[in-house]
C-alpha cells in the first residue's frame, strides 16, 4: 500500500478436505484491520491491539503472520478468537527460520469467518507529554490543557486507531510510519494554584548581600494539588514539559517559563518553575557549632565526638501581599533535633522542609527559623557526606 514497507500481512492456509497441504497459499484478498487500538498506559512500551476476520474452514487451518520492517517484539504477539471461542481453537505457534514471521495452527469445528484479536508490543512508537499553563491576572488559577505527542517511527502505518492513554479522552487518529501528530487529550478549567518561593540552603547563598555582581533570587513556582478539589484527582498525571503563560489583562498572555514536570499520582503536589524573585530575601547563619561527647583513646586522641549546631534564618518579604516560603534545610549524618521554633516535615533521613506563611511587608517583621541539633557519633578524619553551605 503505497509502495511501502507495510503492514503486518495475514496469510491463510487451509487442510482442505483433510488433505494437508505442505506449501503456503496467499489468499488473493488479504484480511484488513477491522479495529486498532493503540495502548499507551507503559511508557515503556507500546501495546497495538488489532481486530482481524479470518476465513477458516473446518479442519486444520495455518494462519502466517509475518511483520517484514515492522518493529515488532517477536515474543508478545497473542492471538484471541472472539467469535466461537469454544469451537476454533489455537493448537500451536511455529516459527519459520530467518523469517520476521509465525505460524499459527487453528482448530474449526465448521467453516467460519471469525474475528480475531491480534495483540503485540510495538517498538520505535512512543509518545511525550506536554502542558500548556495559563495563569489569571491575579495568580491564583490556572487554565490547564495536556497534549500528547505521538512519534511513528516504527515501519507501520496505521491509516485509523483508537488512541488510549490511561487517563483523559481517547481519540480516533491515523498516523503513517515516519509521522509526528500533537493531539490535545485532557484540560481543566480554573485549576487553583498557589505561588510559593523555595529557599534550598544547598543551593542558594546564605547570605546574598556579600555576592558582588550577581543578582541572586528565589526560585518562585506554581503549585498544583492533583485532587478533586482543584478539579482534578481522577488519576495521576503524566510527567512531561510544561510552558507556562500568564493572563496580562489586555486580551492577551506573557510567556512566563517553562518547565520539566514528573509524575504527579493522585493526591500529590507538583509545582511549576516561573522564574527567579528578589522580593523575598533569606539570610541564614550558624550561630554554634561545638563539639560535645568527647571520646578518646589512651593515647587521648579524639576517636568520636558529637556536635552542637545552632542555625538562624532570617526571613524578609518585600512584597505588598503575602507569600508561602518553603525552606529545605539539610543535616548530614545521625541527628537529633533539640529546639525548633518551626513545624517542618522529613523529606528524607538527611532533609527538613519548613512551609513558611509570611505576611505582607511592614507586618510583623521580618521571620525567624531557629534550630538547634545534634550531630552525632562523627568521627575524626571521616569525611561526612556534606551539603555545599554556597556564600555562607
Not at 499507551?40 to 473446518?58: F, G, H, S, W
Not at 541564614?284 to 571520646?295: A, E, G, H, T, W
Request: charged share 30%.
Amino acid at each position: 500500500m503505497r509502495g511501502k514497507k507495510k503492514i503486518l500481512t495475514v496469510i491463510l492456509i487451509c487442510l482442505v478436505l483433510g488433505v494437508v497441504v505442505q506449501a503456503r497459499i496467499k489468499l488473493v484478498a488479504l484480511p484488513e484491520r477491522a479495529a486498532t487500538v493503540i495502548r499507551l498506559d507503559n511508557p515503556q512500551a507500546t501495546l497495538i491491539e488489532e481486530e482481524r476476520v479470518l476465513t477458516l474452514q473446518k479442519g486444520i487451518n495455518k494462519v502466517d503472520f509475518s511483520w517484514k520492517a515492522v518493529s515488532i517484539d517477536a515474543d508478545s504477539i497473542r492471538l484471541a478468537v472472539l467469535d466461537h471461542p469454544d469451537k476454533v481453537k489455537l493448537l500451536n505457534v511455529s516459527y519459520p527460520p530467518n523469517e520476521a514471521a509465525l505460524v499459527w495452527e487453528i482448530s474449526s469445528d465448521s467453516d467460519y469467518a471469525e474475528r480475531v484479536r491480534i495483540s503485540y508490543l510495538l517498538m520505535n512508537i512512543d509518545r511525550l507529554i506536554t502542558y500548556k499553563a495559563i495563569a489569571d491576572k491575579a495568580e491564583t488559577g490556572i487554565d490547564l490543557k495536556s497534549f500528547l505527542v505521538l512519534r511513528n517511527f516504527s515501519g507501520e502505518d496505521f491509516d485509523m486507531a483508537r488512541v488510549l492513554l490511561d487517563y483523559g479522552e481517547a481519540f480516533e487518529r491515523g498516523i503513517q510510519h515516519e509521522e509526528t501528530k500533537q493531539m490535545l487529550f485532557f484540560e481543566a478549567a480554573r485549576v487553583p494554584v498557589t505561588k510559593v518561593w523555595t529557599f534550598d540552603a544547598a543551593k542558594l547563598p546564605w547570605d546574598p548581600e556579600q555576592l558582588e555582581n550577581q543578582n541572586v533570587g528565589i526560585p518562585v513556582s506554581y503549585r498544583i494539588l492533583n485532587d478533586k478539589n482543584s478539579g482534578l484527582g481522577a488519576f495521576a498525571l503524566w510527567g512531561g514539559k510544561a510552558r507556562i503563560f500568564q493572563d496580562d489583562g489586555h486580551e492577551s498572555t506573557i510567556f512566563l517559563g517553562e518547565d520539566v514536570t514528573g509524575l504527579v499520582p493522585v493526591g500529590e503536589k507538583t509545582e511549576l518553575y516561573i522564574g527567579d524573585s528578589r522580593d523575598i530575601v533569606v539570610t541564614q547563619q550558624k550561630m554554634k557549632d561545638q563539639r560535645i561527647n568527647i571520646k578518646r583513646n589512651n593515647s587521648n586522641n579524639i576517636i568520636l565526638y558529637d556536635t552542637d549546631e545552632e542555625i538562624v534564618a532570617k526571613i524578609e518579604n518585600f512584597k505588598d501581599s503575602p507569600a508561602v516560603l518553603t525552606v529545605i534545610e539539610h543535616i548530614p549524618g545521625q541527628w537529633d533535633m533539640e529546639k525548633c521554633n518551626m513545624d517542618y516535615v522529613k523529606k528524607d533521613a538527611n532533609t527538613l522542609e519548613f512551609e513558611i506563611k509570611l505576611p505582607a511587608r511592614g507586618k510583623d517583621g521580618p521571620a525567624e527559623l531557629v534550630m538547634q541539633y545534634h550531630r552525632r557519633n562523627i568521627r575524626p578524619g571521616v569525611q561526612i557526606p556534606d551539603v555545599q553551605f554556597y556564600g555562607r
